[in-house]
């Protein structure tokens, strides 16, 4: 069964900078693309950046590209993101999220909330 | 960047009613690169149709997706308690992936 497991989630302060993780589990992790997404509150789904099976590639949304980073340890099943300089509009639900062979995100975790205020 | 418009924004139904969704995007999506995925309060979404029309592992075949270049239709023949939900159509044919803005779909 594909598990993904957030992490690292909390109350951060404008300027910040907060870690998240997804332990992934249930399927070859290193051979799978995989992504985060975001859900402010009450909003939509907005995607933020993917990296591809090896991490040699990233992809990233405007609104984060320079301030979030994107990496994965494949030898511990491990995707994270790095947030720095975060604002209050970052203020979301994070989901970390496996992408099938066709590009479309078949597997999501349960999320991890990310509340930037002072 | 395509953007994506569902419509309409909020689907008021009873269930065994047809439920038809729209989503329509600013450019030509590539090579049918449309997915629907399904949302519930407090859940994570899940992915129902890819490939503009092909059902996801598990997904019953009351949900099927159709549709090409700019115009794609998720429909739910017939609606179960557990189908009332929100609904986001994805496009991930380019960069950046993008989704609509949702259709709820909710109990008359």
């Known amino acids: 069964e594909v598990q993904l497991l957030e992490s690292g989630g909390g109350l951060v302060q404008p300027g910040g900078s907060l870690r998240l993780s997804c332990a992934a589990s249930?399927?070859?992790?290193?051979?799978?693309?995989m992504s985060w997404v975001r859900q402010a509150p009450g909003r939509g789904l907005e995607w933020l950046s993917s990296?591809?099976?090896?991490?040699?590639?990233?992809y990233y949304a405007d609104s984060v590209k320079g301030r979030f980073t994107i990496s994965r340890d494949n030898s511990k099943n491990t995707l994270s993101l790095q947030m720095n300089n975060l604002r209050a509009e970052d203020t979301a639900v994070y989901y970390c999220?496996?992408?099938?062979?066709?590009?479309?995100?078949?597997?999501w975790g349960q999320g991890t909330l990310v509340t930037v205020s002072s | 960047e395509i953007v994506l418009t569902q419509s309409p924004g909020t689907l008021s139904l009873s269930p065994g009613e047809r439920a038809t969704l729209s989503c329509r995007a600013s450019?030509?999506?590539?090579?049918?690169?449309l997915a629907w995925y399904q949302q519930k309060p407090g859940q994570a979404p899940r992915l129902l149709i890819y490939?503009?029309?092909s059902r996801a592992t598990g997904i019953p075949d009351r949900f099927s997706g159709s549709g090409s270049g700019t115009d794609f239709t998720l429909t739910i023949s017939r609606l179960e308690p557990e189908d009332f939900a929100v609904y986001y159509c994805?496009?991930?044919?380019?960069?950046?992936?993008?989704f609509g803005q949702g259709t709820k779909v909710e109990i008359k």
């Open positions: 249930g399927f070859t992790f290193s051979s799978y693309a």
């Open positions: 999220a496996k992408i099938a062979t066709d590009g479309s995100f078949d597997y």
């Open positions: 490939g503009a029309s």
């Open positions: 994805q496009q991930y044919g380019s960069s950046p992936r993008t």
């Open positions: 990296v591809t099976e090896s991490g040699g590639s990233t």
């Open positions: 450019q030509s999506v590539t090579s049918y690169y």
